[in-house]
């Protein structure tokens, strides 16, 4: 079974730094996709960036970016120029990659609680 | 553009009641999934569905059933609520390998 492990629970980053979040997962899988996923305090789950395991290159939007190491079985993600908005709930999904009658489920780490300080 | 929409959003329950749990999206989107978020336990994996009538067991199954007779819709029923599923509950739906689409959540209480 895939398991996702967030160990860090809680960080706290002043307003324009960088911080990095990890994350670790188990797979047997070869072939898999990795998401990082923001829940504000208004609740709503809000897709941060995703990474597919065949591509070698670290995915990247605007100011968030991974560390996609597969040996490791870690996915990092970093934010830079830390902003007020970004004070959520991070969390770290696996899904494998869809095989012929396989299912796919959705799996989470247990989040990690940042507050970016003003 | 309504997305996922779950009802109700907030259900307070005595141990023992039964109630249903309704998510609907209009994406079109193959599979749907039930989670269940606890303080420091993270979104937990309930019973999931990869396609009209299919269904399977994720993590924490027991207590609850569900159903998807229709594409659009994935139901999670309590036959008889405990205090142990005081929860939020998130239904969520994806097209494979796509951003998952999250409703808003349904707050419940078992007293």
């Known amino acids: 079974a895939q398991t996702v492990t967030q160990s860090q629970p809680e960080m706290s980053v002043q307003e324009a730094e960088t911080v990095t979040l990890s994350c670790t997962y188990d797979?047997?899988?070869?072939?898999?996709?990795l998401f990082w996923y923001k829940q504000p305090p208004s609740r709503q789950m809000i897709l941060v960036i995703r990474?597919?395991?065949?591509?070698?290159q670290n995915a990247t939007e605007n100011r968030f970016s991974v560390n996609f190491q597969k040996a490791a079985k870690s996915f990092s993600l970093k934010i830079s120029d830390s902003q007020l908005g970004d004070t959520a709930m991070y969390f770290c999904?696996?899904?494998?990659?869809?095989?012929?009658?396989?299912?796919?489920?959705?799996?989470f780490g247990k989040g990690m609680k940042l507050t970016v300080n003003p | 553009n309504a997305g996922v929409t779950q009802t109700p959003k907030f259900r307070v329950l005595k141990t023992g009641q039964s109630m249903t749990l309704l998510c609907a999206q209009d994406?079109?989107?193959?599979?749907m999934y039930w989670y269940r978020q606890d303080p420091g336990m993270g979104l937990r994996l309930i019973h999931y569905?990869?396609?009209?009538?299919?269904?399977a067991k994720g993590e924490v199954p027991d207590g609850y059933n569900v159903s998807r007779l229709k594409k659009q819709n994935f139901l999670l029923g309590l036959e008889s609520a405990a205090p142990s599923q005081t929860s939020v509950y998130f239904c969520?739906?994806?097209?494979?390998?796509?951003?998952?689409?999250f409703g808003q959540g349904t707050r419940l209480t078992v007293v």
């Open positions: 569905s990869v396609g009209e009538g299919t269904t």
């Open positions: 797979t047997s899988e070869n072939n898999y996709y």
């Open positions: 994406m079109n989107h193959e599979y």
């Open positions: 969520a739906s994806t097209r494979y390998m796509e951003e998952a689409f």
């Open positions: 990474q597919e395991a065949y591509k070698q």
């Open positions: 999904a696996f899904m494998k990659h869809r095989v012929q009658g396989g299912s796919e489920k959705l799996v």
